[in-house]
């Protein structure tokens, strides 16, 4: 069987084909234009069209089983377009709830779109609803309720009861919202591909959270370094963490729990940096050549080395990050693990890599596909069509490693 597997990111929308052993068929990576404008979302669906048209292209014999769509959140798109994208500050606000404060934040900066929307959606829930007519909430585990929100805290912040209709009910990840709707396949194409309005489409999840699917971080005591535009080191356990700068919140799988430290801007602090060399070189540098020229740099070229000390602090706050999370799994009497796995574009640099083992202390796990939020799309899928019995049996099923980086002195911890 095969899945059609779309991540919207807050700069590109990937999708991928994926067989039920997780081998990757064809993949695929649109970027966007709009980014950070308040109409970002009128590129996703078009992009997800483009995708499969290059994919089906590619490869006119196989046959779609499913779709599974993940994307960032907590972002909030209303049917006309308007997007408040995760990113962008929220209201502050007291509550449990990662969402009210944006959908206060939303209501303010879009009066005319929130009074007029029957739907204020996040980000995969508004793909879904291109993609089925179908308008869900899609909810990662019974436990993250109060995370988005309740009827009570709603209320109590201010929201009408008409305004509290505008939130879509709740479906769970791996739960089938609907089918294909017939615009959609029109819009699509593919017919002879398996795109028809009998194929089902399957809630995936935060983006955050399908990387961990994706990554097999949803087994006990298993950390994994997820990086883009920010960056989370997720640690999961069995007992719930705390401490300073660390977020806890429920693992999809029920009672496991993931801790969190966030390193917000990492990614885009890198972004940025390269677009400065690509602007003073006047061309596009690929990441890999940048990154061995950073790491290679001797000291002779200024901005080069500004790029290297940026490389090693950004390994330091991880190695940072990872001591906050061991000093809590000391104080709960939890092992802590000898291994990480990255994902990202981060992965794909070997000498990367070794410099965050080097720096960090800790072995360096390279899965096979670096875009993890894809393969745990697939994983959620595949347990919603019933291929394997659960999401973290199709986890361990579908991730695999290449690469383990050991570090020069591993005796960090």
């Known amino acids: 069987m095969n899945v059609l597997c779309v991540d919207v990111g807050t700069s590109s929308l990937k999708a991928a084909l994926i067989d039920d052993s997780g081998k ?11 980014i950070n404008t308040e109409h970002a979302s009128k590129e996703w669906f078009p992009a997800l069209c483009n995708s499969v048209k290059e994919i089906f292209d590619q490869n006119p014999q196989e046959k779609l089983d499913g779709i599974c769509v993940s994307g960032n959140g907590p972002t909030l798109v209303a049917p006309t377009g308007e997007t408040l994208l995760w990113n962008e500050k929220a209201l502050e606000i007291e509550s449990e709830s990662l969402f009210i404060p944006r959908l206060l934040t939303f ?6 779109a929130w009074e007029n929307s029957e739907f204020i959606f996040g980000a995969p829930e508004y793909l879904v609803w291109l993609l089925t007519d179908e308008a869900v909430t899609i909810l990662p585990e019974a436990r993250y309720e109060n995370t988005y929100w309740t009827k009570q805290a709603l209320e109590k912040t201010g929201f009408t009861s008409d305004e509290i209709k505008k939130l879509p009910p709740f479906k769970t ?28 489409v399957i809630l995936g999840a935060p983006d955050f959270i399908s990387a961990l699917v994706g990554t097999g971080t949803v087994e006990e005591n298993t950390i994994c370094d997820r990086a883009g535009s920010s960056e989370g080191i997720n640690f999961c356990t069995r007992e719930p963490l705390y401490g300073n700068n660390i977020r806890t919140l429920p693992s ?33 540098v690929e990441y890999n050549d940048l990154i061995d020229k950073l790491i290679s740099s001797d000291g002779t070229n200024a901005t080069l080395d500004q790029g290297k000390y940026l490389l090693i602090q950004i390994a330091l706050d991880v190695k940072a990050a990872l001591e906050t999370l061991r000093k809590a799994a000391f104080e709960k009497g939890i092992p802590f693990p000898d291994k990480m796995t990255i994902t990202g574009g981060q992965a794909s640099n070997d000498r990367r890599n070794q410099m965050k083992a080097d720096i960090t202390g800790i072995k360096i796990q390279v899965p096979a596909c670096s875009d993890s939020e894809l393969i745990g799309d697939a994983a959620i899928a595949f347990a919603g ?28 911890f």
Request: aromatic fraction near 8%; charged fraction near 25%; proline fraction near 5%.
């Open 252 to 284: 999809v799988i029920p009672g496991l729990w993931n801790a969190s430290v966030l390193l917000p801007d990492s990614g885009s602090k890198f972004a940025a940096f390269k677009q400065k060399i690509d602007r003073e070189l006047a061309t596009t």
């Open 107 to 112: 209501k303010n900066k879009f009066p005319n």
């Open 385 to 412: 069509l019933g291929i394997y019995g659960s999401i973290q049996e199709a986890s361990k099923k579908l991730t695999s490693s290449e690469k383990l980086f050991v570090p020069a002195v591993d005796d960090s």
């Open 173 to 200: 990840t791996s739960q089938k919202a609907a089918c294909l709707s017939h615009k959609a396949v029109s819009f699509i194409g593919y017919e002879s591909n398996g795109i028809t309005e009998s194929l089902p």
């Open 24 to 34: 990757v068929i064809a993949r695929t990576r649109k970027k966007f234009l709009l």
